[in-house]
């Protein structure tokens, strides 16, 4: 079942219909008449739920919620057409329509009989109307010819528009059934009219329901051809991977941000035309895209804070009627920012202290960033000024980035460099621009030892960033490769040791059956024995190799169950494995013996751990990873080389490692498929998002998926994927 076609005319005479006796133009009804029967189609679409098409259960609410007007619909379009004149066959219009027709043709044979009657008088064969009458054109020369009233003379003189006195009366005529038939018309339009107006309330909701829809509609269509993505919640704060300007298109340059929650102020320097203000704007729109629930144009990882109110101030602001210059015009701007931010607010600032002498612009920079610091507004500015650089290093809350410049090529890259101001780059920029060599060679005569000192300073950070950046790459590539080595290594040895099990088992069913055949042997010789000279040196003998066998196969059986031991809490075993603390993880704080769940990495090697509904950073040192009971829905199982067997109808994975959850997946899409299990749910919570990508990569390339989506909300939305086999 394809989607149904609507069409949705713009209603702009809603006021007009709640106003007592006002008349509705024809089209304003017909387009009334439009919106209502394709909301009753959208309904229906909605409603039944075709194959294909799969609504969350809030916007079949959502769609529930329309008004069912459709009785106005055909109330409308039986006597109006969709251009909006009344139908032909109109009982009220029928007999003035019929009169109209006859006097038309009375007219146009007295017209014919004059056009014919003496052709060569007339500028033209056919006749004209003037004021709403029919008159002839009589060429100038022969307007004595014709007894007639003339309504109008060409502009040239050479045309003489006259009215037949034998047309006058029927051209009266002609005036009084038209009036007549306007007024039915009119009469008919308002009864139209009243009656949409008796449920003026409901099409005023059925307008404001259908726009939300609509809404819906307009983010996932643009979140589909832009390939945008949900971005993660945080308390505060922005986090930017590969985000693209909305407005750019395909011309846009990734940006990557993080505007940490310990982060107060950031600080955006660089060169002109290297990205800032793309930067600035960019994190402006993505916070207002998300709090309007639309998705981004970024990679997974972003995250987004949500913020009360965003204040901007970006561009020229100067006024020639407010007698306001560039740089009055931005602290107008700034004033009213500064009065309005609450804690809550997020506030953008574009060449912040610009328009004005460097110095007092700077100072008057550093006196707003240091307001916004102290009353916690998460702020995001941007400048040329090395005083408001340095304020990033020299207050706590605020840091620097910048958007690197290649020397080479003379270019801005767009990349931006986090915890390094950026040097304006201006004399390089201007002499790429053509600038004469005179200009630039004086220019660099008239910069101080003191600012060449600073952005020698900055061009060594700049350098040193990139070495952290690149060293920071190599040591994330060699710390993917020892994981990978280790988990390799776990493997192998998990492997030894179920081999080395399973062949104890063997040697323990050999010497089993062979204490079973020892024990008959005796137990004979003793028959025997007492058949026959019983001594008591022979009976003694006789249980001591009794006993002897006994406690070697206790022996036996204590270590086979030793290893058992050991191999279902493998997975947990500190001499095997390592303890990786990540976000999920069930720990336990020293200080105080509680367990709580580690939420989110935090600097200098501390993590948010949350207790209950309380949340406490934490030392690393101070925490100890808690072990999983054997009851836990995860863990390796004595005897088994992986998960259990038995397919469940819901998965937690919540709390593994990324190779964990793939052997999960494995084993329980194996079972399923065993047991004709083709339903079944993976819970992978949200936290950073590792899981769930672990999750979707491994079902968009398994053959044996056929389909999987995220659950409802009230089901655990995102946190959860329903898989279909």
């Known amino acids: 079942m394809k989607p149904p076609e609507l069409y949705f005319p713009d209603i702009d005479f809603t006021a007009k219909l709640e106003k007592s006796g006002t008349v509705l133009e ?28 799969k609504l969350s259960g809030a916007l079949l609410q959502e769609a529930g919620l329309l008004p069912e007007l459709g009785q106005y619909s055909k109330a409308i379009y039986s006597e109006i057409n969709p251009d909006g004149t009344v139908k032909e066959n109109h009982p009220l219009l029928k007999s003035a329509r019929a009169r ?41 020369n022969y307007k004595g010819r014709i007894k007639g009233l003339v309504h109008e003379v060409s502009s040239s003189g050479a045309t003489v528009f006259i009215e037949p006195f034998d047309l006058v009366e029927l051209n009266n005529d002609m005036a009084y059934e038209q009036s007549m038939l306007n007024q039915q018309v009119i009469k008919i339009l308002r009864a139209l009219t009243d009656r949409l107006r008796e449920t003026a309330g409901e099409f005023k909701l059925l307008l404001d329901q259908v726009s939300y829809i609509d809404s819906w509609y307009a983010r996932a269509s643009y979140s589909k051809r832009n390939n945008c993505i949900r971005p993660l919640h945080k308390e505060s704060g922005i986090v930017l991977k590969n985000g693209r300007h909305p407005l750019l298109g395909k011309t846009a340059v990734p ?20 990205g800032k203000t793309v930067t600035l704007k960019t994190c402006g729109l993505f916070v207002l895209m998300n709090q309007f629930a639309s998705e981004l144009p970024a990679d997974e990882g972003t995250a987004i804070g949500l913020y009360e109110n965003i204040f901007a101030d970006i561009g020229d ?60 507004i998460a702020t995001i500015v941007t400048t040329h000024h090395a005083a408001v650089k340095n304020f990033g290093y020299t207050h706590k809350g605020a840091v620097n980035a910048s958007v690197s410049f290649d020397a080479e090529t003379m270019r801005p890259t767009y ?114 024995l007492r058949e026959g000279e019983i001594t008591k040196e022979k009976t003694r003998k006789v249980k001591e190799h009794i006993a002897s066998l006994n406690e070697k196969l206790d022996k036996e059986k204590e270590s086979i169950e030793n290893l058992e031991d050991e191999l279902s809490s493998y997975d947990t075993n500190s001499e095997l494995r390592e303890t990786v603390f990540e976000a999920g993880l ?33 030392k690393e040192t101070e925490l100890k990873a808690e072990k999983k009971k054997k009851n836990d829905k995860h863990v390796i199982s004595s005897g088994s080389a992986g998960f259990s067997a038995r397919a469940v109808f819901e998965l937690d994975l919540r709390g593994m490692r990324v190779y964990e959850a793939e052997a999960a997946l494995h084993k329980q899409i194996d079972s399923a498929l065993l047991s004709g299990l083709t339903d079944f749910s993976i819970i992978h919570g949200l936290g950073e998002g590792i899981l769930q990508k672990t999750v979707h990569d491994f079902l968009k390339t398994c053959s044996s998926v056929k389909d999987y989506e995220y659950s409802d909300p009230e089901q655990g939305g995102f946190g959860k994927t329903v898989v279909k086999l």
């Not at 940006?255 to 290297?274: C, E, K, V």
């Open 100 to 140: 109209i027709a006859g006097l038309h043709g009375r007219i146009n044979r007295i017209t014919s009989g004059y056009m014919n009657d003496a052709r060569d008088i007339w500028q033209s064969a056919t006749s004209t109307q003037r004021d709403g009458r029919i008159v002839l054109p009589l060429k100038a």
């Open 317 to 376: 602001d100067q006024s020639i009627e407010e007698s306001l210059s560039t740089f009055s015009g931005h602290m107008k701007r700034i004033s009213e920012v500064i009065n309005s931010a609450g804690t809550n607010s997020l506030v953008l600032l574009d060449e912040l202290g610009s328009g004005t002498d460097p110095s007092q612009g700077s100072a008057i920079a550093m006196g707003v960033l240091e307001h916004l610091r102290s009353r916690d």
């Open 586 to 618: 069930e720990v336990r704080y020293a200080k105080n013996n509680r367990t709580g769940v580690i939420v989110e990495a935090r600097k200098n090697d501390s993590w948010l751990v949350a207790f209950g509904n309380i949340k406490l950073t934490i």
């Open 255 to 274: 940006i990557s941000l993080s505007f940490a929650d310990d982060l107060t102020i950031l600080i955006i320097t660089g060169p002109n035309a290297g």
């Open 26 to 53: 024809g089209i304003q009804l017909a387009d009334a008449a439009e919106y209502i029967k394709s909301s009753e189609k959208m309904k229906i679409f909605c409603e039944k739920q075709p194959e294909g098409i």
């Open 415 to 528: 990349e931006i460099i986090e915890g390094v101001p950026g040097e304006s780059h201006a004399v390089e920029i201007a002499e790429s621009m053509g600038l004469p060599e005179s200009i630039i060679a004086r220019a660099g005569e008239y910069l101080d030892s003191g600012d060449a000192t600073v952005s020698e300073m900055i061009r060594e950070l700049e350098n040193r960033q990139y070495q952290i950046i690149e060293r920071d790459r190599k040591l994330a590539e060699e710390e993917a490769r020892n994981k990978e080595d280790r988990r390799i290594l776990d493997l192998t040895r998990l492997k030894l040791r179920q081999a080395e099990h399973q062949i104890n088992q063997q040697d323990y069913s050999r010497l089993k059956t062979f204490v079973k055949d020892s024990r008959r042997d005796l137990e004979n010789l003793v028959r025997e």
